[in-house]
């Protein structure tokens, strides 16, 4: 485990409520308690050089009736680019409303989308909340919720008579 | 009695035409082309099971599509690139010695001097060329419409502005060899002795351009653009009426290439009879197999490229041609 | 009609420009669509508007992956791109591996550096001769198909299939190089050395091909970044990235290789970063036959696992690791974590999340395609109908990557 950077740090003391922990080698986490302040600390991240968000993830956690986002982000920028940021913060099942976050990082669209369409986070300030990848008739059904299970066909073998 | 072989001889060399493409892109492209058909002859049979196929396939019409126009038009297509063959001479008719000689009276030219082997005889065989085959364009124009599809209409717009830019090239290529030669009959043309493409080689360049243009060979098959327009103007066909509309294009491909041959490689000549027909024909076919050929050499142009080279720079080199035909008229 | 002379002799001709505007729906059936419909809208011969519908090839990994245990996963997580797996399965094994804490031994790290660049090179060849064929380029089309099998042909020799190979475990790799496997190689470098000469001849300096892809679908640096665009796309427009150089794994940090980088930004400097990294690739595999280090394939932490008998029935006779059936069960410690490749199209992501089961609870998974959705839908507005398909083609994007 290596330490925090300093530029990571710098962060913290400018946002409460954040938690930084290295979680192995260049892979830095940050875990934020007030989903609200999700903006003010990306435009942080992005004013010390992480230009664009590789993943945007959702995690289920259904004991807790809440879910995860979390962003992956990392950076172009020479002696950066091996560093990855997990952004983490939590929303839930009642209100999952969080800030989007194409308007600092338009890299986010494509995951952000799918992550609304999976879990039923609303990105607000997203320009396109619409299904993606799945089919029309999933419509507010999130199929990447613990409670949506894979319905199971079993295995059909024609025997002859 | 006369046999009018043509239609045969027509189909024959439609799918040799065929073969040929895609055994020599087969070549360059590291495969083995068609072979399965017929092994000893290079699968030449695969193209006559494949037309077989066709034929016999379920002529599906769209119900939102006009009906007469969309049955109507790659026959039409078909006709009009296969009527110009009427006006080209294969080669002449000896006076004797020939089995066809005693047909000397019936197809005399009176204005060349000499008996052909040419259905119409007339003075102005090279304008009834372009007049026919000039039909052919509008009529994929109208099977594009009639067939109500989005794909088919962006062709036909393509083949409507590239038409345009191709028809005025072989117009002015053709009519440059008009002038040189103080006449528009082929037959007369090629009596000369000289041909075309010495005569004017910049006139035979443009005429070859024009071709692949026209008749949508790469690299200007923007009007067939199957990755951008599936098949362009004929993408809801099938059955016989999709092998004609594939024929059309081929055939006409054909008709310009036999007449590169007479106006600008010198026809039948030193030969005749027979003989010379069959020096025209491996003539057009050589014409024929090279612009088959640019497949598997080039992609395809974007329209705008082409119009673009063709109004700035083969559109001048078409009146520097007709110069040459002026100054070259006064040798020859 | 007199009226209309009086105008025009009075006011002069006027012409009237009617825009023409129409939506087209490219795909999913079309052959210039791949597996998803593009919805366009046209104006003239310009694009306004492009709306990707993806999913048409969803197969819904995440989700599968909840329900099976990890090694049952390798075969699914390669599926989405087959003719890139070996990319996908070490990318996933990467992550797994951080979570059980494993250590590869480098015999194994270099076998997977190995099967990795002869996947690079075939999936190269293939995203070409699609590329060429949307441009109506049929040799590029056969080409690209055909030099692509003699890597294909390796990669079978090396793992025992053409694709999906399922080469990688946690720990190690599956089967060993054999001097055959290496005398192919070599033979496959002289032949592609070769054979790209032709390339540049046929393709790459083909003036028709210059004219369709220069200055086409031009992504500047700020826009390659701001869009997500990874890979080659991204190298071509100037930023010079490979997770290879940037966070060594497997055998990379022992490896001499550059990587391309273009200023341009347009569709010919894509294709030429594609062509200059199959060069490159080429290099590294000469680099890995000669320096491969002798040792185990497997961490000697599951290699005990084995049963004597099966040891000596497939590693001391054919060198081969066939794990013990309850090994597909084992179950990692908590934890997450986050592994990432440079696979054929580019920058590849996963991101596990373990629950001390054997499933994992969250497996998110980025792929390069993925990623390429928002580059596609920006770069193809405003460009030409024609360039549609070209834009698609030098991005390499292939549909059942992005669908997952």
Sequence with gaps: MSSVPDFIQEIQRKINNIQIKADGTNRYSIELTEPSKIKDLAKLLQNSGFDHVISVSGVDYPEQEKLGVVYHISSYEEGKMNIVLTLKTYVTYKEPVIDSLISIWPSAWTAERETFEDYGIIFKGHDELRLFFLPEDFDGVYPLRKSFKIKTEGIFVDRRG | ?332 | MTEEVEKILKGGLEVEIVPVEGELNVGPQHPGSGHMRIFVRLNGDIIEDVDLDVGYVHRSVEKLSENRNYIHLIPLIERPAILDSIHMNMAYIMAVEKILNVDVPPRALYLRSFAAEVNRIASHLYGMGIFGVFMGHSTAFMWGFGDREVWVEILQALTGARVTNSYILPGGVRRDITPVIMEMTEKAIKYTRRKLNDWKGIFVNNPNIKARTQNVGVMTKENAIRWGAVGPNLRASGVAFDVRKAEPYAAYDKLDFEIPVYKEGDAYARTLVRIEEIEQSMKMLEQIMREIPQGNILSDRFFKQIPPIRLKKWWEGQHRIVMPGYYASFRPPKGEAFARVEAGRGELAFYVISDGTAKPYRLRMITPSYRLIKVFRELAKGSRYADLVTIYGSLDYFPPEADR
């Design chain 2, 1 to 332: 009695m006369i046999v009018f072989p043509g239609l045969i001889f027509s189909l024959i060399t439609l799918l040799t035409a065929i073969w040929a493409e895609r055994k020599i892109a087969a070549k360059i492209q590291m495969r083995f082309g068609p072979y399965y058909a017929s092994k000893r002859i290079g699968g030449y049979f695969q193209l006559i099971a494949d037309a077989i196929k066709f034929g016999l396939a379920e002529i599906i019409v769209p119900s939102n599509s006009i009906r007469e126009f969309f049955i109507l038009g790659p026959i039409l297509i078909t006709a009009f690139a296969f009527l110009p063959m009427a006006f080209i001479p294969v080669s002449q008719i000896p006076s004797s010695g020939s089995i066809t000689s005693p047909y000397y009276r019936f197809f005399f030219d009176k204005f060349a001097g000499i008996s052909l082997y040419q259905p119409i005889i007339t003075p102005y065989s090279l304008l009834f060329i372009i007049a026919v085959a000039s039909v052919v364009p509008i009529l994929t124009v109208m099977t594009a419409w009639a067939s109500n599809n989005r794909f088919s209409l962006i062709s036909a717009i393509r083949e409507g502005i590239l038409t345009v830019a191709y028809d005025t090239l072989i117009i002015i290529a053709l009519i440059s060899m008009g002038i040189e030669y103080h006449t528009l009959d082929i037959a007369s043309i090629v009596k000369t002795g000289v041909p075309g493409i010495i005569a004017n080689p910049i006139a035979a360049f443009v005429f070859f351009v024009a071709l692949l243009m026209g008749t949508a060979r790469f690299p200007f098959d923007v009007a067939e653009a199957d990755t951008e327009l599936v098949t362009g103007a004929f993408t809801e066909y099938s059955g016989l009426l999709f092998v004609l509309s594939m024929a059309g294009p081929y055939l006409l491909t054909f008709v310009y290439s036999l007449v590169f041959a007479t106006v600008f490689l010198g026809g039948w000549l030193p030969l005749m009879g027979i003989p010379g027909a069959i020096l025209t024909v491996i003539k057009a076919l050589i014409i024929l197999f090279f612009s088959v050929f640019m497949r598997s050499v080039y992609g395809r142009y974007r329209i705008d490229q082409i119009l673009r080279g063709g109004w700035k720079y083969f559109f001048p080199a078409a009146l520097l041609a007709l110069i040459i035909g002026m100054i070259g008229g006064i040798f020859l």
